[in-house]
């Protein structure tokens, strides 16, 4: 793998090699020193058209455990704003160095341009682009996914898919990088998918995708699901007729109490509640399913280092090797094919 | 009309396609034609196994100039016309300052003539500044040096429905047409690309096929209740070509035009994210693409016009939300339609005269182009070598933009010669010179 860019392209073997990969790094992170001196001299950079703390330190957190040097760009407030153009904005970063650009960008597409084009050499990872893909967040929320499927089934994670799992991704759909790059890696591990939204919220041509789709939230969860996964809700989106108000939207659409209820009641003791965060509490989520036992909210914030440092390590240390097989992932013989 | 522009004797051409013979052209006319002619004087130019046809006409090209002259000129852009076989356009009317005075469109004719390598007739602004706000003084540009029969706020609809019938109504006072960009705004509010399988995938905001369709619906039925004549630029949806075939059997006074580009490619291409394949309207679905083939064949569709719009390197070579709607097309629409129209057998070089010549010239009310190919008539003629193929390298253009969709393919058919108004603008496939002014005096 030379960029990390979607889920759509990842191969089983590639997301099984990171998601391994990430379970060797989240030990590192139970130690006392929390450090691995594997990316030592090498520079990532944060480059950030788009506001987002938490991402931007989760990337920062997960170099800084790899020893790599870590610039952070924002572009807001930058000669970004002056004008400058993505391209020499890559290249000027790019001649101070970086190895590994980490671009969040409010253009769809914008990190595969950088990939794409001669503008720069580096490793590009897509920290979410526009309405696209965010890829790391749906490794992060596999791995977490994972760990409680192997737990389930009293097995260990590395080497496991999701085969038989069934997800629910509730939501703003249309808006939603987290839920596209969710659906894509979610087919390639196993997994069954159903999206739940208003019908405004769901794009034209969600037919053809790798899933099933529902309009009615209750009638998913009666059907059995393993994890439901509740989509922030834009603010922007209030005023522009996708539903008629947050009152309607959160009966209808949000995980509330009753759902809450209605999990223990239909008997589904080990389902879970992700969200991606940052939550709207009463709107998407209420605050008793968000603080519940289910809710795996704060170990994905975790989890989402794990696997931002192993999306780095496998883009950086060198090894650009397609595994042979999901069961040789994490053990893999050198090759030279190129995964992207 | 007639100057004194030399005598050629083009010998063996096939005429519209069809069997060879003989072009005797002479001081700016076609002075006869036949079997084993002779004149004495005159260069000869073997055209064995070389296509006749009329001159291109092209409806639809964007000269940039005056306001954005890093873009192209009206110099660069009639040189890339005439080496794609053209010997006229029409030059749209968003310039800056917006062509939507006399001054302004007097000023593009005049540059066009001073070029001499293709007619430049401008088109006129429907409303002020393209604004949608109020008509802009259609009657001025009519009266003009530049005498305007299209209007077109090309790049926005015209989407206020009474501006839209006044404009209808009014270009009937100087038998002028409107030309409409069939977009419903508030459908297409930051619209990025077709709105289907490919832009759920993507992420890129949809461009609704229907925001077309119910423009063009609307306006059919507009220019039918007002009885005025509807042009309808770069129509790229299956549906918007079964509306307008359902006009045209209503008797509907409706003209429709579709880009090259259109005929070829699809929206599959942005999944690269290349911005060379932002367009306005946007690359469709296959389905589409096999609909305006099959329009343009059966007569729905009256022309083939390129839309031809250049831009400079750095509108293209940033994030796709970033970059600039257009591609360039003067240089490649002969050999697009050739491919996608005449190796398909869905027409014949005889259609293509019509296609991109004769009906253009209808609809612009161009008097002495889109002509016959016979005795008596202005000698606007190209030769097209149909068996040749090349490579598309935008770099070697004549236009200054580099956006050309079509970069890498490689395309049949090339320009061998254009003659306008009997000089030859294009010879060997190389650009030759301009229309001579010595010519032009006395001419209209």
Known sequence: MKHLLSTEDLSLANAIRILDTAEEMAAVGDR???????????????????????????FEAAAKRLSADVINF??????????????????????MGADAVVIRHWASGAPHRLAATDWIDASVINAGDGTHEHPTQALLDAFTMRRHWAR?????????????????????????????????????????????????????????????????????LEQGVDAVMMLRVQGERMNASFFPSTREYSRRWGFDDNRLRALDALGMKDTIIMHPGPMNRGLEISAAAADSPRSTVLAQVRNGVSVRMAALYLLLSGDTREPAAPALAYAGTPSTKESN | MAGNTGTYLI?????????????????????????????????????????????????????????????????????????????????????????DTAGVVEQVYSLGQAAGWVDVRPVGAVTVGLAGGQLAELGAMADS??????????????????LMRRALEYVKAFDGVVAQHAQEPRLTAGAQMNEGEVSAVLGLTGWPAVAEESIIARDVLLAQHVGSRLHVCHVSTAGSVEIIRWAKQRGINVTAEVTPHHLLLTDDLVRSYDPVYKVNPPLRTDADVQALRAGLADGTIDVVGTDHAPHPSEHKECEWAQAAMGMTGLETALSVVQHTMIETGLITWADFARVTSSAAARIGR???????????????????????????????????????????????GKVVATFFKGHPTVLDGSLNTPYPHSASVGAA
């Open chain 2, 145 to 162: 040096r530049a005498r305007v029969r299209m209007f077109s706020d090309d790049g926005i609809c015209v989407h206020d429905p009474v």
């Open chain 2, 366 to 412: 161009l008097e002495d182009q889109g002509r016959p190919l016979e005795a008596g008539e202005p000698a606007n003629v190209i030769l097209v070598d149909p068996a040749a193929r090349w490579t598309v390298e935008p770099a070697k253009m004549a236009t200054m933009g580099r956006n050309s969709p079509f970069k890498g393919m490689e395309l049949p």
């Open chain 1, 74 to 95: 924002a572009a807001k407030g930058s000669s970004v704003s002056k004008g400058e153009s993505l391209k020499d904005t890559a290249q000027t970063l790019s001649a």
């Open chain 2, 11 to 99: 010998r063996g051409a096939s005429i519209l396609g069809g069997g060879p013979a003989d072009l005797l052209i002479r001081d700016g006319v076609i002075a006869e034609t036949g079997k084993d002619l002779t004149a004495d004087g005159a260069t000869l130019i073997d055209a064995a196994g070389l296509v006749a046809l009329p001159g291109m006409v092209d409806v639809h090209t964007h000269l940039r100039e005056p306001g954005r002259e890093d873009a192209e000129t009206v110099e660069t852009g009639t040189r890339a016309a005439a080496l794609g076989g053209y010997t006229a356009v029409h030059a749209m009317a968003n310039s800056t300052p917006v062509a």
């Open chain 1, 152 to 220: 389930l089934a009293g097995t260990g994670s590395e080497g496991a898919d999701l085969k038989g799992m069934r997800v629910a991704i509730a939501g703003d759909v249309l808006h939603s990088r987290v839920a596209r790059s969710n659906v894509w890696l979610l087919r390639t591990l196993g997994a069954e998918v159903t999206l739940v939204a208003p019908p405004t919220l769901l794009p034209i041509g969600v037919e053809k995708w790798p899933c099933s789709v529902s309009y009615n939230m209750d009638q998913t």
């Open chain 1, 32 to 58: 006392e020193v929390k450090k691995l001196p594997a990316l030592r001299g090498r520079t990532v950079v944060n480059l950030f058209f788009e506001d987002s703390t938490r991402t931007r330190i989760s």
